[in-house]
Nanobody, 128 residues
Framework: QVQLAESGGGSVQAGGSLRLSCVAS?????????MGWFRQAPGKEREGVAT????????YYDDSVKGRFTISQDNAKRTLYLQMNSLKPEDTAMYYC????????????????????WGQGTQVTVSS
């Protein structure tokens, strides 16, 4: 399994920005991965925010973050990013980085149960 470690969370006012980072290690050579950012607010289910196919760099965004969040990767640094702009109080949550190995010709899905590698999470708090 891939080991993941997030950082970059914090407290900001509404309208502010944060960039989350997720450093990955333990990749299997010559395999593609689906990398995802998920979040979970107190009392709510974990939800998929954005995903990225490491092989073709295709991305997916939940409607709630489209146009505000950007997922990207730096292969040399083995790092996944989530740039979050125009933050809203409803973005407040624990954010998790996650990954799973993709089968040949498979696409990413933003369903938490298929991910088998998870980071410890980083807290994002947005005040109004």
């Amino acid at each position: 399994q891939v080991q993941l470690a997030e950082s970059g969370g914090g407290s900001v006012q509404a309208g502010g920005s944060l960039r989350l980072s997720c450093v990955a290690s333990g990749y299997v050579a010559n395999r593609n991965y689906c990398m995802g950012w998920f979040r979970q607010a107190p009392g709510k289910e974990r939800e998929g925010v954005a995903t990225l196919h490491t092989g073709i760099s295709s991305t997916y965004y939940d409607d709630s973050v489209k146009g505000r969040f950007t997922i990207s990767q730096d292969n040399a640094k083995r790092t996944l990013y989530l740039q979050m702009n125009s933050l809203k109080p409803e973005d407040t949550a624990m954010y998790y980085c996650a990954a799973y190995v993709l089968s040949l010709r498979s696409g990413c899905v933003a369903v938490s149960r298929v991910y088998n590698s998870w980071g410890q999470g980083t807290q994002v708090t947005v005040s109004s």
